[in-house]
C-alpha cells in the first residue's frame, strides 16, 4: 500500500498540540506505532488514550527538545517500548513574536534553541540509533515558508526555519549512505495555537489576502505532503524542501 506505514515506529515531537499532535494521529492512521513526545506529558497521554480508543497503538514519552540528556531518555523509552524508531517528525517550535529592538537575549536563544538546535540534538540522536540498529530511516524536518517568505517580528523564527532547511540538506548528504533520508516540509499559514491569537490582528487579516489562495490551510493538506516524506513512497527522496502553503511564496510582498 502506497504511503504506509504499517511496521514502522515514528516518533513525532511537539505532539502535545497543533501539528504534532495531528501528524501523530495521520502516523497511527497509516499503520505506524506512534511516540508522542513534548514536555506536557499529560496532554500526550489524553492524546494517546485517542489513538489507541481509535484503534492506533502510541506511547508518550516526556521530551524537552533542547536538552540532549532529555533526548536520549526519551528515546531510550521509546526504543524500550516499541523497538527501533524509523520515522522521526521534528515538528516542535516556538514563537516569540517582536521586534529585532524589543528582543532579549533569552527571547533569541529560546526561538534558536526550541526550533534550530532541537531539530538538529533529535536527528543525531535518532541518526546514531538508526546507523547501529542497521534500519533504514526517516527523518522530516517542520521548517516553514519563513525559512523564505518574510514578515516583521519573526527574525529569530525565520533564521532558525531557514536553518533547518539548509541543515535539513547537509544531514541528508551524510546519512544518505546509511539510507537514512532527511526531508524539510514548509507549511504557509495554519490556524493553530502557535498563531491563533495573531490570525486576528490586522497584521494577520493583511497576510491572509496575500496569500493566493485567499485562505490558510486546513491540517488534513498537510497529511499526503507528510506521509509522501515519511514513508516509502518517498524512497528517493532525501534533502528536499516540500512547500506546502497555497502558493504563498509566490506572492508578492
Ligand atoms: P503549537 O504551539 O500548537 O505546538 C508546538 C509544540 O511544540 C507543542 O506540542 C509543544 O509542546 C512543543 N514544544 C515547544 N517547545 C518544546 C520543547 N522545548 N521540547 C519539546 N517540545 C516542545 O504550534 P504548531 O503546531 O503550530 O507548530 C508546530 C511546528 O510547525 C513548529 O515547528 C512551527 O514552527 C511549525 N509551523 C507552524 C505553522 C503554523 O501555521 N501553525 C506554519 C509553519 C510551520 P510542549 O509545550 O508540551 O512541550
Known amino acids: 500500500k502506497p504511503f504506509s506505514l504499517e511496521g514502522k515506529v515514528a516518533l513525532v515531537t511537539g505532539a502535545s498540540s497543533g501539528f504534532g499532535l495531528h501528524f501523530a494521529h495521520v502516523l497511527a492512521q497509516a499503520g505506524a506505532k506512534v511516540v508522542l513526545a513534548a514536555r506536557r506529558t499529560e496532554k500526550l497521554l489524553a492524546a494517546c488514550d485517542d489513538i489507541i480508543t481509535n484503534g492506533g497503538q502510541a506511547h508518550a514519552v516526556t521530551m524537552d527538545v ?18 527501533p524508531i524509523n520515522v522521526v517528525i521534528n515538528n516542535a517550535g516556538i514563537t516569540i513574536p517582536k521586534l529585532l529592538l524589543d528582543l532579549s537575549d533569552d527571547d533569541w536563544d529560546n526561538v534558536i534553541d526550541t526550533n534550530l538546535n532541537g531539530v538538529a540534538y533529535v ?72 498563531n491563533s491569537e495573531w490570525f486576528k490582528t490586522e497584521d494577520g487579516q493583511a497576510l491572509i489576502k496575500r496569500v493566493p489562495t485567499r485562505r490558510i490551510g486546513e491540517l488534513h493538506e498537510l ?31
Do not use: W
Request: aromatic fraction near 6%.
Open 66 to 83: 533542547t536538552d540532549s540528556g532529555s533526548i536520549r531518555a526519551a528515546f531510550d523509552e521509546a526504543e524500550a517500548y516499541f523497538g
Open 123 to 194: 536527528t543525531r540522536e535518532a541518526g546514531a540509533r538508526m546507523v547501529k540498529a542497521g534500519i533504514q530511516g526517516s527523518i522530516v524536518n517542520i521548517s516553514s515558508i519563513t525559512a523564505e517568505r518574510l514578515q516583521k517580528c519573526l527574525t529569530s523564527y525565520s533564521a532558525a526555519k531557514a536553518a533547518v532547511v539548509q541543515f535539513t540538506k547537509a544531514a541528508a548528504l551524510e546519512f544518505a549512505r546509511h539510507n537514512i533520508r532527511v526531508n524539510a516540509l514548509c507549511p504557509g499559514y495554519f490556524n493553530t495555537p502557535l
Open 223 to 253: 497529511n499526503g505532503p507528510l506521509l509522501l516524506l515519511a514513508s516509502d513512497a518517498g524512497s528517493l527522496m532525501t534533502g528536499s524542501a516540500v512547500t506546502v502553503d497555497g502558493g504563498h511564496v509566490l506572492s508578492e510582498l
